[in-house]
């Protein structure tokens, strides 16, 4: 039995050669683009190889010249309408079959080309087909590098107006939450007129609403504007320690909603440092933030904080199930989720561990993430994710 490769776009094509060769006690591989074909070729070593002329990507006589290089004593078969005999010799197949195929010889035709029948050309008929397929080839190639210029072109204009309709609609969308949480504070505070216990009740609601809206709002603008190079930082002293501390403290009350429990080790004691320490307190909120809404309810989420001579290092593990390790990479992009369907059991647009990397990165630090249930952190070893964020301590000299 021997393994043969039908690259063929046509479906009755395909199931015709199919019929007879399997009958005749073949195995038949099917591929239905030059690209495809020529790959499945070099995989799998088939003992003959029957490639159709007009097929999709590359054309069957640029296929026949890319295996012929890679599989030198396999025979590879033009079988066409359309091809020339000449020039699929010239350019590396060893027989042309014409379609329609004889449905009575066609099974010991193939045989033949399987114990080692061959149709040769002149050899300077051979030059001849070359040279023009080379110029063929060298037009194609010129046409797709202007196609991919273009395409470049398009897509760097695209991204620019991504960004520039991220910037627009974060300052649309933020602009109105000023006069809304001022007035709500207003109402709360009873400076309105008196509030009953279901008017404060509702009032907290739509505290929360609001809190979570900001966050995603300023979560878009930090994108946008660290994608930008707008963001401006404003240096200063600031201890990374208490940062951290006044972060945790500061979520506290929502993750006692879940009955969350945060593990601690803050044992370095205070660590100086120079930077953007309401930025910083930021990330290191949205780091604390993830580690909170993707670990289940009744989970543990542990936070160490380490220190060398230059940098500051925060470690940040939590007991949910973590993410794929193909996606370890990638959850620092923008807009990038694991599961970003409407449907998924987290919500967030996808940009805060984004923000998170500029902000380190402008720190002359950065951030990484692992698999969790392989380190220590504040004495767990947890199996959610494991998301490591340094900062330098003095990033003007770092």
């Known amino acids: 039995m021997a393994t043969i490769l039908h690259i063929e776009d046509d479906p009755q094509s395909q199931l015709l050669v199919r019929k007879l060769l399997v009958a005749a006690g073949h ?3 099917e591929t239905v683009s030059g690209i495809e074909g020529a790959r499945v070729a070099t995989e799998q070593r088939p003992d003959l190889v029957l490639v159709d002329i007009n097929i999709p990507d590359l054309n069957g006589y640029e296929v026949a010249l890319l295996l ?4 030198p004593g396999t025979p590879i078969v033009a079988i066409t309408a359309e091809g020339d005999r000449a020039t699929a010799l010239g350019l590396g197949c060893d027989g042309f079959v014409s379609k329609p195929i004889n449905v009575g010889t066609f099974a010991r035709t193939v045989e033949e080309f399987l114990k080692g029948a061959r149709e040769a050309p002149a050899e300077a008929e051979r030059v001849d ?8 080839i060298a037009a194609r190639l010129e046409a797709k590098v202007h196609e991919l210029s273009d395409a470049n072109a398009r897509l760097v204009d695209a991204d620019q107006r991504r960004r520039e309709f991220y910037r627009n609609v974060t300052h649309e969308l933020a602009t109105p939450l000023t006069p809304l949480v001022g007035y709500l504070g207003l109402l709360q505070r009873g400076e309105l007129g008196a509030v ?9 609601s739509m505290e929360e609403a609001l809190t979570r809206l900001r966050g995603t709002i300023d979560g878009l603008l930090d994108v946008t504007q660290l ?3 707008r963001m401006k930082f404003v240096f200063g002293p600031y201890d990374f320690t208490d940062l951290v501390r006044r972060a945790i403290e500061a979520r506290k009350p929502l993750t006692a909603k879940r009955s969350q ?4 080790d803050l044992s370095v004691g205070r660590l100086p440092a120079t930077g953007d320490s309401a930025r910083l307190q930021r990330a290191v909120g949205h780091v604390l933030d993830n580690a909170a809404k993707f670990g289940p309810e009744g989970g543990v989420v542990a936070v160490e904080v380490r220190a060398s001579a230059t940098h500051c290092e925060l470690l940040v593990n939590d007991s949910g199930r973590g993410v794929g390790a193909e996606w370890l990479s990638r959850i620092f992009e923008p807009f990038v989720q694991a599961d970003g369907s409407t449907t998924r059991e987290h919500g967030g647009a996808g940009v805060g561990l984004a923000g998170v990397r500029g902000v380190a990165e402008a720190h002359d630090g950065g951030v990484v993430a692992e698999p969790g249930g ?6 767990q070893k947890l199996p959610g994710l494991l998301v490591r964020m340094q900062v330098a301590r003095d990033p003007r000299s770092a």
Not at 261 to 264: A, E, L
């Open 261 to 264: 429990r945060w593990i601690t």
């Open 196 to 204: 009953s216990a279901g008017q404060r009740k509702a009032y907290t």
């Open 227 to 229: 994608e930008t190079g």
């Open 129 to 136: 087909v070359l040279r023009a397929q080379g110029q063929r």
């Open 68 to 71: 012929r290089g890679r599989l």
């Open 374 to 379: 392989l380190h220590l952190v504040a004495g």
């Open 27 to 29: 195995r038949v591989l």
